[in-house]
């Protein structure tokens, strides 16, 4: 769809810590229980969408973006000993290469 295309032919990186796995019961988001059915954790929510993301891949070829580059939608990255840290997450290696680029580090 040209919904998709869009999105997927953005620079997008999803970035998550290693150990943000705490459960439902301890995020803020507990009074509905509707991210429970994408995975337990924030972690494996994220690990799920990328996934998700990645069986569309046939359809990015539609889009115009293979081109002999790799099809994989977006990149993903998990950030090594972090939980839920924003800042640790931008600190670290992976953040300021998703921010910057790939001589930034």
């Known amino acids: 769809s040209e919904l998709f295309c869009r999105y997927a032919s953005r620079d997008v990186v ?13 995020q803020i988001c507990d009074q509905g229980k509707e991210d429970g059915y994408q995975g337990p954790s ?9 996934e998700a993301l990645q069986t569309q891949k046939g359809e990015v070829e539609t889009c115009g973006r293979n081109g002999g580059v790799s099809t994989n939608v977006h990149e993903r990255h998990v950030v090594k000993n972090v939980g839920h840290d924003h800042g640790l997450i931008f600190q670290s290696p992976e953040g300021i290469h998703a921010m910057f680029g790939e001589n930034s580090t």
């Open 42 to 50: 924030r972690r494996e929510r994220s690990e799920r969408f990328f």
């Open 14 to 26: 999803y970035l998550s810590g290693q150990r943000d796995v705490g459960t439902l019961g301890s």
